[in-house]
């Protein structure tokens, strides 16, 4: 069983920036691929980004490629999403999810635990 716990959301101006983090229990984080999703209102769930367990191997959505940075503390049972250069189309609500696993999956069903989510909104 894992838990997860985001933060790091809140209300920023297009252009800044925010980082997210995602807090595991358990003792087998390096076991799990992390990823990060996201929800807008009346649009369905979308991938953002995912992560090896040791970190080595990176993917992301074409729309967020170059602007934001998963990355993960494998010490601190911790992913994060730097996301930098944010746009208005970039507001949702922001989930983290693990899938135990040693492949990247973009597709939403193969992660088994989710978190609460955080909400990023970004203002023009």
């Known amino acids: 069983q894992v838990q997860l716990v985001e933060s790091g959301g809140g209300l920023v101006q297009a252009g800044g920036s925010l980082r997210l983090s995602c807090a595991a229990s358990?003792?087998?984080?390096?076991?799990?691929?992390m990823a990060w999703f996201r929800q807008a209102p009346g649009k369905e769930r979308e991938f953002v980004a995912t992560?090896?367990?040791?970190?080595?191997?990176?993917y992301y959505a074409v729309s967020v490629k170059g602007r934001f940075t998963i990355s993960r503390d494998n010490a601190k049972n911790t992913v994060y999403l730097q996301m930098n250069n944010l746009k208005p189309e970039d507001t949702a609500v922001y989930y983290c999810?693990?899938?135990?696993?040693?492949?990247?999956?973009?597709?939403?069903?193969?992660?088994?635990?989710w978190g609460q989510g955080t909400q990023v909104t970004v203002s023009s």
């Open positions: 358990g003792r087998t984080f390096s076991s799990y691929v």
């Open positions: 999810a693990a899938a135990y696993s040693s492949v990247l999956y973009s597709n939403s069903g193969i992660y088994r635990y």
């Open positions: 992560i090896t367990g040791s970190g080595s191997t990176t």
